[in-house]
């Protein structure tokens, strides 16, 4: 066991010089040459003798990698284990891989909450950020939804879209009433009242799951609550559905 983190940890740090190399960076102190092919080489063979059997390998182009390739398994990424998914990343895995459902492995650590595996991804040069699953849905949407302010702000740098077509991350944020996650986004230019595909805002969003300090948030930021839905239901109708009547009365005033 204490071998195989050895070879890990090495691989990890194999990584970080590789990409320190591609980003132009003095790699200083990082392994380098022949000692970048030694630690990635134990690793591998750690990986080959522990994880040959791991079921859940990530895939491209709708075909399989191979153990002699493995792409990223969605088991290291459940686990957040960075050191796993980093040795995947030197054999030629990507961010961008995606499982047998579709879903590409930098959404389904954002997902996961995995966000040691998340920063790894990230420190990838190009890395693809705007990646979508079979729901349209981005590692910036997941990371709104969960309220992480140090990934959204990450993604963000890396060029994610805030604004988008359909659910945005503003929606999500409002969804898991993280105000903090909502100001970031909207100082970044949100749009405050973004239709998801059934014309319903973000601020329906935040009063349809009881959020009322994001309710008044988004109201003194310029939302507007007499838009409605294809439900033909706006922000009140929400709040008076949900048992809220001094909030939905305070609505219909806006």
Excluded: C
């Excluded at 990530?58 to 686990?79: K, N, P, S, T």
Aim: aromatic share 4%; net charge negative; charged share 25%.
């Amino acid at each position: 066991l204490f071998a195989g983190e050895h070879h890990r940890i090495g691989a990890a740090k194999a990584i970080d010089g590789v990409v320190a190399a591609q980003a132009g960076e003095d790699v200083g102190a990082g392994i380098a040459g022949d000692d970048v092919g030694k630690a990635v080489s134990g690793a591998v063979d750690v990986l080959d003798a522990d994880q040959a059997q791991a079921d859940g390998a990530f895939i491209e182009g709708g075909v399989g990698i191979g153990i002699d390739l493995v792409a990223v398994d969605q088991h290291a990424i459940a686990r957040d284990d960075e050191y796993d998914v980093r040795v995947y990343l030197l054999r030629g895995a990507t961010s961008s891989m995606r499982d047998a459902a579709g879903v590409p492995a930098l959404v389904h650590a954002a997902s996961e909450r995995a966000f040691r595996v998340l920063r790894s991804f990230l420190a990838i040069p190009g890395v693809d950020v705007d990646v979508t699953n079979a729901a349209d849905e981005t590692a910036l949407m997941f990371a709104a939804l969960h309220g992480h302010m140090e990934i959204a702000t990450l993604l963000i740098e890396k060029g994610a879209q805030v604004n988008r077509p359909r659910w945005t991350p503003l929606h999500y944020a409002a969804t898991g009433g993280h105000r903090a996650l909502a100001r970031l986004l909207l100082e970044e230019h949100a749009y405050i009242d973004a239709e998801s595909p059934n014309r319903t805002t973000p601020l329906m969003m935040s009063v349809r799951h009881g959020h009322q300090a994001l309710t008044r948030e988004l109201l003194e930021a310029g939302a507007d609550p007499t838009v409605r839905n294809d439900a033909g239901l706006s922000a009140a109708d929400y709040a008076a559905k949900l048992g809220d009547r001094p909030l939905a009365d305070w609505l219909r005033l806006k």
